[in-house]
């Protein structure tokens, strides 16, 4: 019985921390600049070459 009360006590201080997390980053969400209008992306592709090679 005790280890099973131990154990529920230790997902409840686990379930009190992601409350709080969770409130955390809603506040930083409310206050994170927004988006630019138009698509955005971070994809990048090969670094061009300087080769004459590869140029034709």
């Avoid at 921390?17 to 600049?33: D, H, N, V, W």
């Amino acid at each position: 019985m005790q280890t099973y009360e131990a154990r529920i006590a230790a997902l409840e201080r686990l379930v009190g921390r992601q409350a709080l997390e969770i409130e955390f980053l809603k506040g930083a969400l409310k206050s994170a600049p927004r988006p630019r209008s138009g698509p955005t992306s971070v994809i990048t592709g090969p670094a061009v070459s300087a080769s004459l090679k590869d140029a034709g």
